[in-house]
């Protein structure tokens, strides 16, 4: 039986922070990533961005309050942080426990309990759950993947996985919140003995859409791969008679165009 609760927070910890070569002003495609987030998650939420430098979180909070006054598409509030995620958490007082951070070498896949609105007797135990507050190491699209989840694995956060193949950051939240907070099953084949054994098969019928690296078509010969799984795009899908769409942030693919030979970090 699905429950009402309080809606959690989603978190991104930035993790350019020791890298000598990270910009003040964040790259066009992270920009689209993040404005993407906040339309992901939607009205009635927050998403915080945390370890920033100053001169960053200046950048960052230009660009996505002029985002939010000028689109129609409803979004979530977004709160900028140069503290780390340990010093928030502190701040507001919420425990190590109620914070899940998306590990792709986590033991356990996202479920849909794990926010309070279903329950399951049959955890594992160490899984823990529910959780308040979903943490993103700030960059989980690289292709080929660096991992940079490492530095927050070793806090000790309890964590939850998506699946065998990298995603790009905003399809990592987003998928999180419609199996969180909406109750779509991953049914993936590296989830479903989990979701059969927690109960999130007999608790919900609807399960997301995948289009594992797809090819973007851009007409006179360019075309290029994504390395990425991606949630089905249903508006673009049907428009193109039934072949399988990438959600994708505004602009993305525009920008992939204009730039078919750079390497991949989304």
Not at 3 to 26: C, G, L, Q, T, W
Not at 116 to 122: L, P
Not at 202 to 213: C, I, M, R, T, Y
Not at 232 to 251: F, H, I, N, S, Y
């Amino acid at each position: 039986m699905q429950r009402a609760n309080k809606r959690p927070e989603y978190v991104i910890e930035h993790m350019e922070e020791d890298d000598p070569d990270a910009p003040s002003v964040f790259p066009e495609w992270a920009l689209l990533e993040y404005r993407h987030m906040l339309q992901l998650v939607g009205p009635g939420s927050v998403v915080h961005f945390t370890s920033l430098s100053k001169a960053s979180l200046e950048s960052l909070r230009q660009s996505l309050s002029s985002t939010a006054s000028s689109q129609d598409k409803p979004q979530s509030d977004f709160e900028l942080h140069t503290a780390s995620i340990t010093t928030l958490m502190e701040q507001r007082n919420v425990s190590k426990s109620r914070v899940c951070l998306l590990d792709p070498k986590s033991p356990y896949a996202v479920s849909i309990t794990d926010a309070g609105n279903f329950s399951s007797s049959s955890k594992d135990s160490d899984a823990h759950g529910p959780f308040a507050f979903f943490l993103f190491g700030g960059i989980l699209g690289d292709d080929p993947p660096r991992d940079r989840t490492s530095s927050l694995r070793q806090l000790g956060f309890p964590s939850r996985h998506l699946g065998g193949i990298q995603m790009t950051t905003d399809t990592a939240l987003g998928v999180t919140k419609r199996c969180v907070e909406d109750g779509f099953r991953l049914d993936l084949q590296d989830t479903q003995e989990q979701e059969n054994k927690w109960g999130d098969v007999s608790n919900s019928e609807k399960v997301l859409g995948w289009v594992d690296h797809p090819e973007l078509n851009f007409g006179k010969g360019e075309s290029v791969e994504m390395p990425f799984r991606y949630l089905v795009d249903e508006a673009r899908t049907a428009a193109a008679g039934g072949a399988k769409q990438p959600l994708m942030p505004t602009g993305m693919r525009e920008l992939i165009q204009k730039d078919l030979g750079r390497s991949f970090e989304f």
